[in-house]
Protein backbone atom coordinates (compact mmCIF):
# COMPACT_ATOMS: atom_id res chain seq x y z
CA UNK A 1 0.00 0.00 0.00
CA UNK A 2 1.21 3.36 -1.22
CA UNK A 3 2.55 5.06 1.52
CA UNK A 4 0.45 8.75 2.65
CA UNK A 5 2.59 11.71 1.25
CA UNK A 6 2.26 15.57 0.58
CA UNK A 7 3.43 18.03 -2.26
CA UNK A 8 3.72 21.71 -1.45
CA UNK A 9 4.07 24.49 -4.11
CA UNK A 10 5.10 27.98 -4.87
CA UNK A 11 2.93 29.41 -7.54
CA UNK A 12 4.87 29.71 -10.87
CA UNK A 13 4.59 33.27 -10.74
CA UNK A 14 7.07 33.27 -7.41
CA UNK A 15 10.10 31.86 -9.64
CA UNK A 16 12.11 35.31 -9.90
CA UNK A 17 10.61 36.14 -6.11
CA UNK A 18 13.69 37.22 -3.65
CA UNK A 19 12.05 35.60 -0.85
CA UNK A 20 11.82 32.20 0.51
CA UNK A 21 8.33 30.70 0.93
CA UNK A 22 8.82 30.95 4.51
CA UNK A 23 5.05 29.49 5.31
CA UNK A 24 5.85 26.02 2.70
CA UNK A 25 8.68 25.58 4.87
CA UNK A 26 7.46 25.65 8.60
CA UNK A 27 4.74 23.56 7.24
CA UNK A 28 7.20 20.97 5.25
CA UNK A 29 9.33 20.32 8.39
CA UNK A 30 6.35 19.83 10.39
CA UNK A 31 4.82 17.12 8.38
CA UNK A 32 8.13 15.82 7.77
CA UNK A 33 8.66 15.53 11.85
CA UNK A 34 5.68 13.59 11.57
CA UNK A 35 7.16 10.96 9.51
CA UNK A 36 4.94 11.91 6.76
CA UNK A 37 7.29 12.24 3.04
CA UNK A 38 7.01 15.72 1.92
CA UNK A 39 8.37 17.24 -1.33
CA UNK A 40 8.68 21.42 -1.68
CA UNK A 41 8.81 22.69 -5.02
CA UNK A 42 9.50 26.48 -5.33
CA UNK A 43 10.86 26.95 -8.60
CA UNK A 44 13.89 29.30 -9.50
CA UNK A 45 13.49 30.05 -13.04
CA UNK A 46 13.53 32.84 -15.70
CA UNK A 47 11.18 30.85 -18.13
CA UNK A 48 7.86 32.01 -18.50
CA UNK A 49 5.10 30.82 -16.53
CA UNK A 50 3.83 28.06 -19.02
CA UNK A 51 7.29 26.22 -18.93
CA UNK A 52 7.27 26.38 -15.20
CA UNK A 53 4.12 25.47 -14.80
CA UNK A 54 4.68 22.38 -17.17
CA UNK A 55 7.74 21.40 -14.89
CA UNK A 56 5.42 21.51 -11.55
CA UNK A 57 3.33 19.11 -13.48
CA UNK A 58 6.29 16.68 -14.23
CA UNK A 59 7.46 16.88 -10.75
CA UNK A 60 3.72 15.97 -10.01
CA UNK A 61 3.28 13.21 -11.89
CA UNK A 62 6.66 12.09 -10.75
CA UNK A 63 5.47 12.04 -6.86
CA UNK A 64 1.52 11.32 -6.97
CA UNK A 65 0.98 12.89 -3.49
CA UNK A 66 -2.17 12.72 -2.11
CA UNK A 67 -1.91 15.90 -1.13
CA UNK A 68 -1.02 19.23 -2.92
CA UNK A 69 -1.08 22.39 -1.13
CA UNK A 70 -0.60 26.15 -2.23
CA UNK A 71 0.18 29.41 -1.09
CA UNK A 72 -2.21 31.63 -1.83
CA UNK A 73 -2.08 35.43 -2.57
CA UNK A 74 -4.59 37.16 -4.23
CA UNK A 75 -2.49 37.65 -7.40
CA UNK A 76 -1.64 33.67 -7.43
CA UNK A 77 -5.34 32.68 -7.60
CA UNK A 78 -5.70 32.29 -11.76
CA UNK A 79 -2.76 30.48 -12.04
CA UNK A 80 -2.96 28.36 -9.46
CA UNK A 81 -6.94 27.90 -10.67
CA UNK A 82 -5.32 26.74 -13.99
CA UNK A 83 -2.66 24.68 -12.52
CA UNK A 84 -5.29 22.85 -10.59
CA UNK A 85 -7.13 22.12 -13.00
CA UNK A 86 -4.67 20.75 -15.11
CA UNK A 87 -3.34 18.70 -12.25
CA UNK A 88 -7.06 17.36 -11.79
CA UNK A 89 -6.47 15.75 -15.23
CA UNK A 90 -4.03 13.58 -14.25
CA UNK A 91 -4.91 10.03 -13.53
CA UNK A 92 -4.35 9.30 -10.14
CA UNK A 93 -6.32 10.99 -6.93
CA UNK A 94 -4.95 14.44 -4.98
CA UNK A 95 -6.61 16.39 -3.02
CA UNK A 96 -5.79 19.88 -3.74
CA UNK A 97 -5.60 22.83 -0.68
CA UNK A 98 -5.02 26.61 -0.89
CA UNK A 99 -3.84 28.28 2.00
CA UNK A 100 -2.49 31.48 2.76
CA UNK A 101 -3.66 35.05 3.35
CA UNK A 102 -6.59 34.82 0.77
CA UNK A 103 -8.06 31.68 1.46
CA UNK A 104 -8.04 32.32 5.28
CA UNK A 105 -9.71 35.66 4.65
CA UNK A 106 -12.04 35.27 2.09
CA UNK A 107 -12.40 31.61 1.87
CA UNK A 108 -15.89 31.71 -0.51
CA UNK A 109 -13.63 33.10 -3.61
CA UNK A 110 -11.85 29.72 -3.07
CA UNK A 111 -13.95 26.58 -2.81
CA UNK A 112 -16.50 27.11 -5.62
CA UNK A 113 -13.64 26.24 -8.04
CA UNK A 114 -14.48 22.34 -8.18
CA UNK A 115 -10.82 21.40 -8.74
CA UNK A 116 -10.21 23.13 -5.03
CA UNK A 117 -10.98 20.43 -2.46
CA UNK A 118 -10.60 22.85 0.39
CA UNK A 119 -9.19 26.21 1.86
CA UNK A 120 -6.97 26.13 4.77
CA UNK A 121 -7.93 28.40 7.58
CA UNK A 122 -4.71 30.01 9.37
CA UNK A 123 -1.84 28.05 10.52
CA UNK A 124 -1.33 25.17 8.15
CA UNK A 125 1.04 22.83 10.12
CA UNK A 126 -1.01 20.72 11.66
CA UNK A 127 -3.75 20.89 9.08
CA UNK A 128 -1.68 19.88 6.43
CA UNK A 129 -0.22 16.52 8.33
CA UNK A 130 -3.51 15.54 9.71
CA UNK A 131 -5.57 15.76 6.21
CA UNK A 132 -2.44 13.86 4.66
CA UNK A 133 -2.61 10.97 6.99
CA UNK A 134 -6.41 10.53 6.66
CA UNK A 135 -6.29 11.84 2.63
CA UNK A 136 -8.92 9.37 0.31
CA UNK A 137 -10.99 8.86 3.32
CA UNK A 138 -13.81 12.05 2.52
CA UNK A 139 -15.72 11.60 5.95
CA UNK A 140 -11.74 11.62 8.21
CA UNK A 141 -11.01 14.51 5.66
CA UNK A 142 -13.54 16.70 6.80
CA UNK A 143 -13.06 15.95 11.02
CA UNK A 144 -9.87 17.89 10.25
CA UNK A 145 -10.10 21.42 11.97
CA UNK A 146 -9.22 24.44 9.92
CA UNK A 147 -10.92 23.71 6.32
CA UNK A 148 -13.33 25.03 4.23
CA UNK A 149 -15.54 23.23 1.39
CA UNK A 150 -18.40 23.19 -0.83
CA UNK A 151 -21.40 21.03 -0.22
CA UNK A 152 -24.17 21.70 -2.47
CA UNK A 153 -23.74 25.13 -3.48
CA UNK A 154 -22.60 26.13 0.00
CA UNK A 155 -19.99 26.66 1.99
CA UNK A 156 -18.98 24.05 4.66
CA UNK A 157 -16.14 24.23 7.44
CA UNK A 158 -14.93 21.74 10.30
CA UNK A 159 -14.30 23.04 13.91
CA UNK A 160 -11.45 26.09 13.53
CA UNK A 161 -8.11 25.49 13.90
CA UNK A 162 -6.90 27.27 17.43
CA UNK A 163 -3.37 29.09 16.50
CA UNK A 164 -0.19 27.43 17.76
CA UNK A 165 0.46 28.91 21.10
CA UNK A 166 4.10 28.23 21.77
CA UNK A 167 6.18 28.42 18.69
CA UNK A 168 8.93 26.85 19.91
CA UNK A 169 7.11 23.61 19.54
CA UNK A 170 7.65 24.24 15.50
CA UNK A 171 11.00 22.78 13.91
CA UNK A 172 12.81 25.17 12.17
CA UNK A 173 11.70 26.01 8.46
CA UNK A 174 12.85 22.94 6.22
CA UNK A 175 15.63 25.39 4.24
CA UNK A 176 16.96 22.47 2.76
CA UNK A 177 14.21 21.95 0.75
CA UNK A 178 14.89 24.84 -1.15
CA UNK A 179 17.18 26.87 -3.22
CA UNK A 180 18.94 28.99 -0.28
CA UNK A 181 21.79 30.05 -3.01
CA UNK A 182 19.57 31.77 -4.99
CA UNK A 183 17.62 33.58 -1.77
CA UNK A 184 20.92 34.37 -0.04
CA UNK A 185 22.69 36.42 -3.55
CA UNK A 186 22.49 39.80 -2.78
CA UNK A 187 19.69 41.96 -4.05
CA UNK A 188 19.19 45.64 -3.25
CA UNK A 189 15.50 44.92 -3.10
CA UNK A 190 15.14 42.50 -0.38
CA UNK A 191 14.27 43.70 3.06
CA UNK A 192 13.56 43.17 6.50
CA UNK A 193 10.22 40.56 7.01
CA UNK A 194 8.61 39.13 9.79
CA UNK A 195 8.95 35.47 11.07
CA UNK A 196 6.67 33.13 13.28
CA UNK A 197 3.57 34.57 14.46
CA UNK A 198 3.32 37.59 13.00
CA UNK A 199 3.24 35.69 9.60
CA UNK A 200 1.25 32.80 11.26
CA UNK A 201 2.80 29.78 9.44
CA UNK A 202 -0.48 29.99 7.32
CA UNK A 203 -0.22 27.66 3.56
Known sequence: ???????????????????PPLGLMYIASYVRSKNIPVDLIDIKSFENESVIMDQIITKIKK???DVIGFTTLTTDI????????RIKQLDFPTR???????????????????DIDYACVGEGEITIAELTKVAGDIEKERKVPGLVWGHNGRIAK???RSYIENLDTLPFPAFDMVDMKFYLKPNPYRGLYPLGSCQQQQL
Open 1 to 19: MKEKSAMLISAPNRAQTAR
Open 63 to 65: KEP
Open 78 to 85: PEIFELSK
Open 96 to 114: IVLGGVHPSLIPEDIIPNK
Open 158 to 160: STG
